[in-house]
């Protein structure tokens, strides 16, 4: 009765009865007549209580129920780590696999060409340097927007589900979070990578093989980062509405102050909080290596390259490009900042799974 009934409260009010019931069995108040019809009874009334706790009554307080086994058993999981690994990741691909439909998949390639004719063959030009800034900045927020909020509904649809199988000691909570997230980043990263094959060379971004699978690399961390954070608030906030609302606070404000709405904040402001972005770490990264590879640009008017002033037909390699944005760090900084990034959200999202209370106190 108390793993089949979800409500807490009713849950609790079981136990504390059977407590009371068995005290009362104990203290030999009854009359002789009721004892003798126990004791005719206890044969058939043993069967029903193989599962029943050992006896010591303080088992039955435990807030995490691993002590309802039977008192011979030395190991509370029915089975290892790994088996439990396995298993768990089976069912969390398939649940996450009913995710990727051919609506997803027609939406992501829509996106991607009507992206890619928005910033359709952009030539090699100084006029063209905000585009191609612009078209990053698209890059590394589209997708990680979308991912976050489905992060944001992973858990708590899941919770009920999740707390029924932890109460009756069916695996551990550390497997089924590994689990979990092995079966989601496959799914996750398959439409993004569409987007950006069909986008990257509509555009024109770059010819270089490498850069393409670069600025790939980014795309992908910062979502994984984005999915991370949505499973963060997923787990912090039991409220669905509560976790929405703090998320959408959240992603604009690190949208804000990412670098590229606004590039001259406040300096009580911008002297810390565009650290914090994960948008401006895959931005920067992605406007570097973008430029990278010697690329000739054609000079225009000298509005972003400071060689082309005295020289307007003149042309400029594409490094000299990046003097127009703050670039910040170098690249393989930028990513292990947001792999950083990626661990501790991660990381935060399984302990406010494993410690955040509900509304009776129950873990």
């Known amino acids: 009765m108390d793993l089949v009934n979800q409500d807490m409260k009713v849950r609790e009010q079981l136990k504390e009865t059977y407590l ?29 209580l193989v599962g029943e706790p050992s006896g010591n009554e303080a088992d039955l307080t435990n807030p995490d129920n691993v002590n309802l086994l039977p008192s011979e058993r030395h190991d509370k999981w029915p089975i290892g780590f790994l088996p439990q690994m396995l298993i768990l990741y089976s069912r969390s691909f398939i649940a996450a696999r009913r995710s990727f439909t051919f609506l997803n998949f027609t939406q992501a390639l829509s996106l991607a060409v ?36 489905t992060g944001i509904l992973s858990f708590p649809i899941e919770r009920a589900v999740i707390e029924k199988e932890r109460a009756s000691g069916s695996y551990r909570l550390s497997g089924y979070f590994i689990a979990k997230s092995l079966a989601e980043v496959p799914i996750t990263i398959i439409l993004p ?102 690329q000739i640009y054609k000079c225009v008017d000298g509005s972003y390259v400071e060689s082309c002033k005295n020289n307007k037909n003149g042309t400029f390699i594409s490094n000299e490009a990046l003097q127009y944005f703050d670039i910040g760090i170098a690249i393989q900084w930028n990513f292990l900042v947001l792999f950083g990034m990626f661990l501790a959200f991660r990381l935060c999202a399984y302990l406010a799974l494993r410690f955040t209370k509900t509304a009776d106190g129950r873990k």
């Open 20 to 48: 009371q019931n068995r005290t009362i069995a104990n203290q030999q108040v009854a009359s002789r007549p009721l004892e003798e019809q126990q004791q005719n009874n206890s044969a058939e009334a043993k069967q029903y």
């Open 114 to 149: 009507v992206s890619g004719l928005c910033w359709l063959r952009m030539a090699f030009s100084e006029d063209r340097i905000p585009d191609r800034g612009s078209f990053m900045f698209f890059l590394m927020t589209f997708w990680p927007l979308q991912t976050m909020m």
């Open 193 to 294: 990578t569409l987007f950006l094959i069909v986008s990257y060379w509509m555009a024109n971004i770059n010819n270089n093989f490498g850069i393409f699978l670069g600025i790939l690399a980014f795309q992908l961390m910062t979502i994984l980062v984005a999915e991370s954070l949505g499973l963060m608030l997923g787990a912090i906030f039991r409220d669905l509405r509560h976790a929405m609302t703090a998320a959408t606070v959240l992603l604009l404000s690190l949208m804000l102050v990412g670098g590229f709405f606004v590039r001259a904040l406040p300096h009580w402001l911008g002297v810390w909080s565009p650290w914090l972005s994960f948008f401006k770490y895959g931005y920067n990264a992605c406007l570097e290596l973008q430029f990278k590879g010697g």
